[in-house]
């Protein structure tokens, strides 16, 4: 008899055979899940914090002793997700650390109610310093998430296990995690995204290692994203680019974020109907008051719709009406390269990718991607890939079709 976990490791790996990116979204109510799912979520996460992002907080209250975690997770998560999402597999934010649960006992409680496996969460993952020191020194510790991770594979409930570091990934594959998920802190973005993130590119740095522990252990996890600076789609393709993962999961980036957007166009919307004009604009201003324009946002949506064309800092700082100096200073600081560099990985990925699917011929994809000089294309390939396109091409050509 085929098992749960063994239909939705079949599934995942179906969809990645086919080239297909996963996405996981983490949610705290029934109506986030059910759109969730239509809009395409292979994985349903039921956090505890994206409960207490229904409340209008922010994800980190899911840390704090506000509630217990896994029975807020269990009562929202059984009456609200689990009736709506049909198929689709629902995990459960587990608490492992808790001391007033017995682990084996509460694991065949998830497994009963519907859930199709667990992650880690809340995580110790997620704290540090003397705080940290202080649980540990109390028995409350990460291994004991590695434990409850370990307990439902052997029950042979579906686990994905979120990690901060290759040795973490290490310890969860050993337990038998399905799945890891390099977590690279709290998701930024929005009106309470934290302030304090890696840059894109210490995020990508991060998974690189975590994912170097997966492809080394010879289980072959699934491999996923979670959190920190990649909050748009252009920070995933970003990751998709630069690293090996497989998917991405998100919670602020599919409930918080667009429900803030959201909420606030429309009812800016219904109360300017009828007003002046000036009324409008006066609104429009106080809402750029409120909250700063995101320029580096602006940028990279700007490259991913015209990185074919000659693209200027310089022109686009006078766009946004920004200096160039502290345009640069932005972008540098949250994608941790500078823009050119930003912009030549950009098109050098865009390169690749189109010949692996084209004949066309190197000077061609070579302007359309936005290098109109041919020398200058293949240097910089090679710079960005360590082979020449001729090279790049042949080796795509005969190795066999590999999906990551």
């Keep these: 008899m085929v098992t749960q976990r063994e239909r939705t490791l079949s599934r995942l790996h179906a969809m990645i055979h086919k080239g297909e990116h996963l996405i996981g979204a983490a949610v705290g109510a029934g109506i986030s899940a059910k759109y969730a799912v239509k809009g395409g979520a292979d994985l349903i996460l039921a956090l505890n914090s994206g409960r207490f992002r229904q409340m209008g907080l922010g994800s980190i209250a899911g840390l704090m002793p506000f509630a217990n975690c896994n029975d807020m997770v269990m009562e929202f998560g059984a009456r609200e997700i689990l009736s709506v999402v049909g198929d689709a597999p629902v995990i459960f934010g587990f608490c492992g650390t808790d001391p007033t649960i017995e682990l084996s006992s509460y694991l065949d409680k998830i497994h009963r109610s519907g859930f199709s496996g667990i992650i880690n969460y809340p995580t110790l993952g997620l704290i540090d310093g003397q705080f940290r020191e202080a649980l540990e020194e109390d028995g409350i510790s990460y291994l004991q998430e590695v434990e409850a991770v370990r307990m439902a594979h052997e029950k042979n409930m579906f686990t994905i296990a979120f990690v901060f570091n290759a040795e973490q990934a290490g310890l969860m594959i050993e337990a038998g995690a399905d799945c890891i998920c390099a977590h690279l802190g709290v998701t930024a973005g929005g009106r309470m995204g934290t302030k304090k993130v890696w840059s894109l590119e210490k995020g990508a740095e991060i998974a690189r290692q975590i994912f170097a522990a997966c492809d080394a252990s010879g289980q072959a996890p699934i491999k996923l994203v979670y959190g920190g600076p990649v909050h748009t789609p252009i920070d995933v393709q970003y990751m998709y680019d630069n690293t090996s993962a497989m998917g ?40 750029r008051t409120e909250e700063p324009y995101d320029y580096v946002a602006y940028v990279k949506e700007y490259i991913a719709g015209q990185y074919m064309h000659n693209i200027s800092l310089t022109e686009l700082a006078d766009r946004i009406h920004v200096s160039r100096t502290h345009l640069s200073a932005l972008f540098n600081k949250e994608v941790g390269c500078t823009f050119p560099e930003y912009l030549a990985k950009f098109r050098i990925h865009k390169a690749q990718d189109v010949m692996k699917h084209t004949q066309l011929s190197l000077t061609r994809i070579a302007e359309l991607v936005g290098y109109p000089d041919y020398v200058h294309f293949s240097k910089t390939f090679k710079k960005h890939t360590g082979m020449t396109p001729q090279n790049y091409r042949k080796e795509a050509r005969n190795a066999p079709e590999i999906h990551s």
């Design 248 to 287: 991405y999961v998100g919670g602020s980036s599919f409930e918080r974020i667009p429900t803030e957007e959201a909420i606030v166009e429309t009812t800016h919307r219904f109360k300017v109907t009828g007003h002046l004009e000036q009324d409008r604009q006066l609104m429009d201003m106080l809402s």
